[in-house]
């Protein structure tokens, strides 16, 4: 079964087809001729990695999942979050972002913070939601 996920990411592809096993196989959107960004406008993980499988899904018929991830802290009440990527600016330059982190929590003893991954699956019409935490130490 051909999965496409709403990526233009080759690596996060090619990571998938080595892990997960047959009959499952994965296409970025480079496979389906879909150059552009998909807008996320969503104010959460869940919003976004939802809004990119809904297009694909619309847009060609074809089953697809997606994701979205970020870096929630606990003292900044879970932000970055869904900014995690452009939380310094729209240039989405990491070494800012993480600048930026450190500035925020600068006097704040031993913070507590986890990344998060959220899935959005549309599989032959029926969406499913899965969720990964990994809290840092």
Not at 30 to 49: C, Q, R, V, Y
């Amino acid at each position: 079964m051909k999965l496409i996920f709403a990526t233009h990411n080759k690596n996060k592809v090619e990571e998938l087809n080595l892990l997960v096993p047959k009959p499952f196989s994965f296409l970025s959107l480079e496979d389906i001729h879909f150059f552009k960004e998909i807008e996320e406008t969503g104010s959460t993980l869940e919003e976004n990695a939802k809004i990119k499988a809904d297009f694909v899904y619309h847009k060609y018929g074809l089953n697809c999942f997606s994701d979205d991830s970020g870096l929630e802290v606990e003292a900044l009440d879970g932000a970055p979050g869904v900014f995690s990527a452009r939380y310094a600016g729209p240039e989405k330059n990491n070494e800012a972002n993480i600048e930026k982190i450190w500035r925020e929590l600068r006097g704040i003893p031993n913070p507590k913070a986890c990344f998060r991954s959220v899935f959005h699956l549309n599989l032959h019409g029926k969406s499913h939601s899965f969720e990964g935490r990994v809290d840092g130490t």
